[in-house]
């Protein structure tokens, strides 16, 4: 396909239209042709910047994870504000629920190794046990907002209905439950952080369960 003589758009506005288009029609509807329509040009304009429809999601992806919201620092606790910013990334992603997979598909990991050297720079536990604090925290933040995130993109609860008398125990627990569904996030965030904090204070870290 013959490529115009000069770009006609940027790539970054080639990826915001591409974003638009997936929040209105869904990721599996996207085309180059509806995002050229969208910006006001023919296709062959987009292979300027993106080689191929993939390469195009990618940027997706990039621009949704450097636009994630920035949370300063504040008097609160470490493990406060590491809540408060996982809990921005929630916001974020569920903004874009058709969108969201993407971020698992072409997570761009290399762009948050300054993000990474912060959070171990601003931790107050061991070295030993940072990565456990990483990497547990971020694969949560990410997997249970992209859960809510499908859920939304279909139209469905998160959690179905129960039947009480089929499964007692799963209902009484939804029943007994006094949390939303960002709460129940949080307190999540809470106990694994808590639990760390107790393992370090018993020296058991690393250690089997009892």
Known sequence: MARPSKPLISRSGAAEAALAVIDECGLEALSLGLVAKKLGVRPPSLYHHFKDKSELLQEV???????MPVIAATGETFEE????RCVATRRRLLQHPHAAPLILRYFPRHMLLAAYDRAAADEP?????QMVVIDAVEKYTYGASLFE????ARGVEPMPPVDGQKYPKLAQAIA?????????????????????KARLANDSVGQPLA
Not at 81 to 84: F, G, S
Not at 125 to 129: A, I, W
Not at 149 to 152: D, F, I, K, L, V
Not at 176 to 194: H, K
């Open 149 to 152: 995130a499908s859920a939304r």
């Open 61 to 67: 992806a990039r621009i949704m994870l450097v636009r």
């Open 176 to 196: 007994d439950n006094p949390f939303d569904d960002e709460q129940l996030f949080v307190e999540s965030l809470r106990s694994f952080l808590a639990g760390v």
């Open 81 to 84: 504000q590491m809540i408060a």
């Open 125 to 129: 536990y061991p070295t030993t046990v």
